[in-house]
């Protein structure tokens, strides 16, 4: 357990639709990154959170959005789903926001759309 | 921010034998960060190199940073089983700026050990 949360662990949806995946960071981390991994991809940067305000943002569709909420834990909205979408999401957590900290992924969410 | 090329994209090695992952920038990097993915997994953060000519040792595990910060590498010595994983390499990524330090990741090297 590497102290970050994701849920879902696996999602399926049609395409058109919407759905929601949550990112809990370790505690004491202010940091929370979401990353897309595809296999001809990579890890893809999406999102930086940090303490409720965004501070990156990377190559992230339009019909993508994020946030972070006080207590720090993190959303990402994924709209219109496409095949394409289907993918590997995964955030990461990092105690600080402008040096060079490593970091903590969670688990994923395997997002498969139909 | 930064673009790292990893090579190679696989390898596949036999228990025992050696394996070494270079990762390049064309620029000159602040510091370098590794991780290693397990199938199936997530990353999991290994090391970070900072100094110029930085040479770090986790047991089997050799992490180099060149001489000019633009490239570095993890060796491992006579690879096990556990060994099999996707190997990362990442730096200051594009989108990092003020108030925000973000990671750009290599492709990686998948790691197959043939025991």
């Known amino acids: 357990d590497s102290g970050v949360t994701q849920t879902p662990k696996h999602l399926i949806t049609a395409t058109g639709q919407r759905v929601t995946l949550r990112c809990s960071p370790r505690s004491g981390d202010l940091s929370v990154y979401w990353y897309q991994q595809s296999l001809d991809q990579g890890l893809q940067f999406l999102i930086h959170?940090?303490?409720?305000?965004?501070?990156a943002k990377g190559n992230i569709l339009e019909r993508f959005s994020a946030q972070q909420f006080p207590d720090l834990h993190s959303e990402l909205n994924l709209s219109s789903l496409e095949l394409g979408d289907s993918a590997l999401y995964f955030c990461a957590s990092s105690v600080g926001q402008g040096k060079s900290y490593g970091y903590t992924f969670g688990s994923g969410t395997r997002l498969t759309v139909v | 921010g930064q673009q790292v090329m990893q090579i190679p994209q696989y390898q596949h090695v036999q228990e025992g034998e050696d394996f070494t992952t270079y990762c390049n920038s064309s620029t000159t990097l602040s510091n370098i960060q590794w991780y290693k993915q397990r199938p199936g997994g997530h990353p999991v953060f290994l090391i970070q190199?900072?100094?110029?000519?930085e040479v770090k040792k986790q047991k089997r595990l050799t992490f180099q940073f060149g001489e000019a910060k633009k490239n570095s590498s993890l060796h491992i010595t006579a690879t096990q089983t556990t060994d099999v994983g996707t190997y990362f390499c990442a730096a200051r990524g594009a989108y990092s700026g003020a108030g925000s330090y973000q990671l750009t990741f290599g492709k990686g090297t998948k790691l197959s050990v043939i025991p």
């Open positions: 959170y940090y303490n409720g305000e965004e501070r």
């Open positions: 190199l900072v100094k110029s000519g």
